[in-house]
């Protein structure tokens, strides 16, 4: 039977990776499309929850890949594994959410594989029998549609944060079963010396975040930022300028080129509201935007909106929430 794969793993996470669950959601789609039977796999030994998940979204196999070099974390042990995977099933789609590390290894077992490859993906589907894949393009802007010759494997790495997660109508209790790969040849080419610390709880897992933009106009008014997420109970984050000129941690980057995240609280002050930036938080429940410019591209995506200079409007909020807080309300 054929099948189709969700690779679920992220090194950065102790667990299965963010939007796994939303990626096996479309993996689900596009099995019962072809006719084809859905599989977990995870990179090392399975996080408690995985085969929890895995049957809660349909999927009949649960396969780990074990190897003490893909506990290392290297990139050219799990392209190596992930390809070895791939040859042995020959699976019609391998997609994996689009972590920091899909997105280092997933072209590399497509280039490997000599298959094709769709990143950026939002939905998959089947006409005629030819695979397709939306993608999102220009940095969100725009949409791709991709139809895959042949009837090969392909690889999609899911965008994951517009998605939704939907359990399957019926829960399965997948297999569990090992998958015997051989890395004796491989050998990192890259080692990794000094891994960056990012301490405490990390952007995509905030429940509030308050980012700062250009608009703040200097690197200590994103002191601001800090102070009123800490006041609110959540994270200061930061537009793509920030970083790049040094202000704050490229840890705190919201964007596609920095974190995904989807809180249910963004406060967007001094920030343009460009699709790159939006990448990163329009999975938001509510956005709230400051800034003085009304046409500003951000209260398009706000629910609630303030048009001002966040000079004045930043120290008045972070009284507010303070006092709200002291309040125990
Ligand atoms: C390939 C690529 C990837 C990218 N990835 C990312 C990414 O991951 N994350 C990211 O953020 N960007 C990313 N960018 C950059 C992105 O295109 C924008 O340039 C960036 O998001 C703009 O940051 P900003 O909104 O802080 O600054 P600006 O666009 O300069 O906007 C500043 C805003 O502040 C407002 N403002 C000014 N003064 C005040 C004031 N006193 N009070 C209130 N408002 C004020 C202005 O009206 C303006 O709207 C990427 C770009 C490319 C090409």
């Known amino acids: 039977m054929a099948k ?5 793993w992220d090194t950065q996470a102790d ?4 939007g796994v669950e939303e990626t096996l959601t479309l993996g689900r789609k596009l099995a019962a499309a072809l ?3 859905l599989g977990l796999v995870v990179l090392g030994s399975a996080p408690p929850d995985a085969a929890r998940v895995a049957g809660r979204h349909g999927a009949s196999t649960l396969e780990t890949l074990a190897d003490p070099k893909l506990a290392a974390g290297g990139s050219d042990a799990r392209v190596e594994a992930l390809a070895q995977l791939c040859q042995a099933h020959a699976p019609r789609a391998l997609l994996m959410p689009q972590t920091f590390d899909a997105r280092l290894v997933a072209p590399r077992v497509a280039g490997r594989l000599g298959v094709p490859i769709v990143m950026n993906g939002i939905d998959v589907d089947v006409e005629n029998g030819a695979l397709r894949v939306t993608a999102t393009a220009y940095g969100g802007d725009t949409h791709a549609l991709y139809e895959i010759a042949g009837d090969g494997t392909a690889l999609v790495c899911v965008s994951t944060t517009a998605l939704r997660a939907e359990p399957a109508p019926e829960p399965r209790t997948p297999v569990v079963e090992e998958f015997p790969v051989d890395l004796r040849t491989v050998t990192e080419r890259i080692r990794v010396l000094e891994p960056a610390k ?4 990390r952007l995509e897992e905030a429940n509030t975040i308050v980012a700062g933009g250009r608009g703040l106009g200097a690197a200590e008014h994103f002191a601001w930022i800090e102070q009123l997420a800490e006041a609110l109970g959540g994270m200061a984050g930061a537009s ?4 790049d000129d040094g202000w704050v941690d ?7 080129t920095g974190r995904i995240t989807r809180p249910a609280l963004y406060i967007a002050v001094g920030i343009s509201g460009a699709s790159q930036h939006m990448a990163g938080c329009s999975a938001a429940k509510t956005i709230v935007a400051i800034n003085r410019d009304a046409d500003a591209a951000i209260f398009r995506h706000a629910r609630y ?3 001002g200079d966040c000079h004045e409007i930043l120290p008045e909020l972070i009284r507010a929430a303070r006092a709200h807080r002291a309040g125990g309300s």
């Open 4 to 8: 189709v794969l969700v690779c679920g």
């Open 198 to 201: 990012t301490e405490g709880p």
């Open 305 to 307: 909106g303030i048009v």
């Open 35 to 37: 006719g084809a039977e």
């Open 250 to 256: 490229a840890s705190r980057q919201v964007g596609l």
């Open 240 to 243: 793509r300028p920030l970083v």
């Open 15 to 18: 667990g299965l990776a963010p």
